[in-house]
């Protein structure tokens, strides 16, 4: 658990001196307002906070030994989500079909949001945004799912509104111990 | 069929199992769903015997390349040996009992048990031990005698690497016997073979194997319904309805069901042109290494189980095992086959296009979980597992066909492959040993 949070946390060493008090306020309300965006299934709102060049990334967890120099995820090998936005409209499309038993009675979510840190991003109008998450779940009467993680976005700031543009999402679990993930997180 | 269930001890000698399935209605009881008892002797008379799916090569390269997984519910290690053979070590150290390996796959030069620091090498024998000077004088101990016990026979078919727990077990290739034409379709269509892309899909439902298991070898029925949804995100439409001409074959309780009027069908649910101009285009070097019959059904809609517990979806390509970690507990892994040979783009489709079906976020396996689960749970009432299940669509359908090998069923909606399933199922839960057991 060390190593993959350790790997988790790779550029938790860079100081996030340059992002002002304003922007980092407007990055954590801008992601706590997704959160309950998603909790809703308001996923109209939702794809609105998208920016069209979104890269969702969702690698699968290895559990691999600590010395193994492959590393426990990687962008070549099988990922949850590895889409783009018309990838993730495709997901939307099913999760509001009349026949998409599987949310019907709808899932009850909470996307829970917090260790926010804003660091500087690559880019002019860019910013770096790490959090961890606990995503409960609860469907039909008694089946219950809890993930936690970790995510790293790239958030971009244009015309006066910020939309994510990057999101790289690591769940601490190697098998995911539920039979679906009909979630995004 | 109330009336005919097994007393405690005709379950426990297996002798109950004919009238758990009751060939002459078609009907199935429902306790095979989550009885305990039922679940231990499948783990003995099923798991330790059959020939099961562990890894394909690809997976294990080089030597000291081991992947981990089950033969039932038996973690074991595949391993590349030193000579490139493969072993085929069960994962428990022979002292007390606990892993010799965590990790899910890698490159090592031996185990070693954490408890009491045993070591092995690649090839299962022990290499050493803490405190050695102890055991050493301790009569009776002898190291060269001890080492990870070892599936029985190991065996590979075009790059899909099987093991057996049970030395009577016939050849793999009589245990897969006349489905192995059917498997080429998959496995050789191309001279260069196939591997598995990096990565897997491991992921647990609350369900008994077989439904899902069921549901694979031809469950056709399911996939215009419980997939709608999926289909509407995938194509804007359902699903096509089911055409005459589908077909549901079976041999030795492996099933494949096809309709290759639509022969890039399930290909299609990936998602990417590419993919179907890679079929389209390669269609006629296909007929010509494996005849037009076989070419046609590449990409087809269609779904297939190697009996007891490995599924695969020749269109999307997912390969995947059932591994039974309780009679209520699937932990299932998924794989992505890809011809070596096909371009990067092609492989890189495949991956995602099947993160996008076939994955636990999958547009189509997302409402699969749900209904095996409840079917399990729901099975299990006072009330629910007094009645018998019903597998009799499609009885009276089989037609002689020449083309074809194996027992053929005319329409793809059809109980067929899941009649043979569990008479299988049940050959094997009643026999005493593998001379009871022949072809079908």
């Known amino acids: 658990m060390d190593g993959h949070l350790g790997v988790l946390t790779e550029a938790a060493a860079v100081v996030p001196t340059e992002v002002s008090h304003t922007v980092s306020r407007q990055v954590e309300r801008f992601l706590y307002r997704e959160a309950r965006l998603l909790d809703q299934g308001d996923y109209d709102a939702w794809l ?55 949310e019907n009675p709808a899932t009850r979510h909470v996307h829970v949001i917090s260790n926010v840190e804003v660091e500087p991003g690559d880019s002019p109008g860019e910013v770096v945004a790490h959090s961890v998450f606990v995503n409960y779940r609860s469907r039909s009467e008694r089946d219950e799912v809890v993930l936690f993680g970790r995510r790293r976005d790239v958030l971009r700031h244009r015309d006066g509104v910020w939309l994510l543009a990057r999101r790289r999402i690591l769940i601490a679990q190697n098998v995911l111990l539920s039979k679906n993930l009909n979630v995004f997180l | 069929m109330s009336e005919q269930r097994p007393t405690d001890t005709e379950m426990l000698t297996g002798r109950g199992s004919t009238c758990w399935y009751d060939e002459q209605n078609a009907c199935l009881d429902r306790r095979v769903f989550w009885d305990e008892h039922i679940y231990d002797q499948e783990l003995e008379r099923i798991f330790r015997r059959c020939w099961l799916f562990v890894a394909h090569e690809s997976q294990i390269p080089k030597p000291g390349a081991f992947v981990s997984t089950y033969m039932g519910n038996t973690s074991v290690l595949v391993v590349r040996q030193r000579d490139l053979s493969i072993k085929v070590l069960v994962n428990t150290c022979p002292h007390r009992g606990n892993r010799v390996c965590h990790a899910e796959l890698g490159n090592a030069r031996g185990f070693v048990c954490n408890y009491h620091g045993w070591s092995f090498g690649l090839d299962g024998r022990m290499t050493g031990l803490h405190e050695a000077a102890v055991f050493e004088r301790t009569p009776g101990f002898d190291k060269r005698k001890i080492g990870l016990p070892q599936a029985a026979q190991i065996a590979t078919y075009k790059g899909l690497v099987f093991a057996t727990f049970d030395p009577a077990a016939p050849p793999l290739d009589e245990y897969l016997g006349a489905y192995r034409w059917y498997l080429d379709i998959v496995l050789d269509n191309d001279e260069r073979g196939t591997e598995f892309l990096p990565g897997a899909f491991k992921s647990v439902m609350r369900c008994n194997w077989k439904v899902p298991a069921e549901n694979f070898t031809g469950d056709a029925l399911h996939a215009g319904w419980t997939h709608d949804a999926g289909s509407q995100a995938v194509f804007g439409k359902g699903i096509n309805p089911t055409s005459e001409d589908g077909l549901q074959i079976n041999i030795n309780g492996h099933g494949w069901q096809v309709d290759s009027k639509y022969p890039v069908g399930n290909a299609a649910t990936l998602g990417y042109k590419s993919i179907l101009r890679y079929f389209r285009e390669r269609e006629p070097a296909v007929a010509q290494r494996l005849g037009a019959v076989r070419a046609r059904m590449a990409g087809a809609i269609s779904s297939a189980s190697i009996f007891p517990n490995f599924s695969f979806l020749p269109g999307q390509s997912t390969f995947r095992v059932w591994h039974p970690l309780g009679p209520r507990e699937v932990e299932l892994h998924a794989f992505v086959l890809v011809n070596c040979g096909a371009p990067a783009e092609i492989k890189e489709a495949y991956r995602k296009g099947n993160m996008m079906t076939f994955s636990p976020t999958g547009l189509f396996e997302i409402d699969d979980g749900e209904n095996w689960e409840f079917c399990t749970q729901s099975n299990r009432s006072a009330e629910s597992r007094r009645q018998p299940s019903h597998y009799g669509l499609g009885l009276g359908s089989e037609v002689p066909s020449s083309e074809l090998p194996g027992n053929v069923f005319r329409c793809q909606v059809n109980d067929a492959n899941q009649r043979a399933f569990y008479r299988r199922w049940a050959q094997f839960m009643s026999a005493k040993s593998w001379t009871d057991i022949s072809a079908c």
């Not at chain 1, 290895?62 to 018309?86: K, M, Q, S, V």
């Not at chain 1, 495709?90 to 509001?96: H, K, S, T």
């Open chain 1, 48 to 102: 609105s906070l998208l920016a069209p060049d979104i890269h969702y990334w969702m690698p699968v967890i290895e559990n691999r030994a600590r010395d193994d120099p492959e590393g426990t995820y990687a962008p070549e090998r099988l990922a949850y989500y590895d889409d783009t936005i018309d990838d993730l409209r495709r997901r939307i499309v099913r999760f509001q079909a009349k026949t998409a038993w599987a």
